[in-house]
């Protein structure tokens, strides 16, 4: 026998003290027993013995005065108790037995048919049923916590995918609400990817699915990037399920991009050093030996092609200085500034050429001053390369170009959006790329010097676009702290 049974605590609530001499003498005389017994003569002092969890096991007469067995059953469940509970009845009765074990007691038991032995088989079975009931309840409060408390999506749904349960991280991915989310299908969330077959395929072979990077849709119509693990959990009956976690990598994507973006233009300017030095050095030689030979030469016609070749020369060195400008990281004098303020300047500084195209203007700005650290004439320069680029995508009096400041948590966020002819995936990917351009007659230089300047203001930059609608600048700056 286990040290738990020997010892156990056990309370009669029985209001007729005979009765209560009859069974306690049948407990006691269950050899190797060390039983705690005690007796309650009325249901409220029994009710208050089982609330203040004293008892390891109650045997509860079914008729209490006014009160009965069941009603005490009633009230254990709705105080979540968990000690086992027996009920003791002077005659049979089928209805209340069932009743009885609807209600969770362990046992139904009729006085005139009590025994050692079949007391003995009762308490040994109340016992190790409410052990393994309360250790399965634990396991399922402590899993249950981990899936409430997570930070990753943890969902449940059946082999169509359609949601059966999901945890309240999904609100703070995606927007959606539990409940909004239980009517839904997990594909609903999903942006259509190349491989979407394939992910149907694992479905519909009951495999499972391991990091697989997907991009999902918010409630406001953002999205994020995500890493979803699948498992099919194949069961005999119709009750399987799919049990899967969304682990949200938009910030490392960002952070990754924001690298990459780093790593480009830090090989660009390496480039562009090498070449400017390796170009320069046979360019002053020519430059030097046409102003030699400019003292020397008196023919006009002569003349004239030293003046082109001198004129070209200079061209060519001023274009290598600005190579280099832009292949340097930007030296910002840095001092709290009001976001709005350099936004008036750069709406100034366009508005002539938004007069020209008849270009509707749309300004958003929070009531209070936004301040970060920022070099006033170098940012305007950087916003009003985005603005002048938002405004030659867009077409003469249809053109809509909107400017949007707000706070988030401690960042200013910028959004500076058009109407405009949109940009592809690819070649949003290489849109900061030095030297890529898709102007006719630009040098693909603008939005590198754009960048430069940002990443110097510790700003993160991100571009979403749709062919034939439109492209947005999504500017995050850190808020400058205030004093």
Known sequence: ???????????I?????????ITSEYINSIPGNSFRLEWCKNYNDGLKRLLAREFDLF????????????????????????????????KGNYEVDIQAMQLGAVDYLVKTELSTEKLERCIRYALERAGTLKALKANERKYRSIFEKSKDVV??????????????AIFNLLGYTKEEVLRMNLSDLLEPQPNTPLFAQFIENRNEINDWEVLINTKEGDKKYCILTLTIEDSDKLDGYVQGIIHDITNLKKVEKATLQGEKLAAAGRLVRTIAHEVRNPLNNITLSVEQMQQDIKDEGMQLYMDIIKRNGKRINDLISELLNTSRPSENRLEKLTVQNVLDDVITASID???????????????AGLEILADHEKLKLALLNIVINAVEAMEE???????????????????ISDNGSGITEENIARLFEPYFTQKRNGVGLGLTFTLNILQAHKANIEVTSKLGAGTTFHITFPQAVQA
Do not use: H, W
């Not at 009096?397 to 988030?408: D, F, R, T």
């Open 1 to 11: 026998m286990s040290l738990l049974y020997t010892q156990a605590r056990i309370l």
């Open 353 to 367: 050429r938004l007069t020209l195209k008849r270009i509707k203007l749309q300004v958003s700005y929070p009531n």
């Open 59 to 90: 045997f509860v007469d079914y008729r209490l005065g006014a009160k009965s067995g069941v009603d005490f059953l009633k009230e254990a469940v709705s105080n979540n108790c968990e000690e086992p509970i027996v009920l003791l009845t002077g």
């Open 155 to 168: 969902f449940v749904t059946d082999y169509a995918l359609n949601f059966k349960d999901v945890n309240e």
């Open 397 to 415: 009096e249809n053109g809509v170009l909107s400017i949007a400041l707000q706070q988030v948590n401690n960042n200013v966020l910028l959004l």
């Open 13 to 21: 609530v029985d209001d007729d003290e005979d009765d209560f001499i």
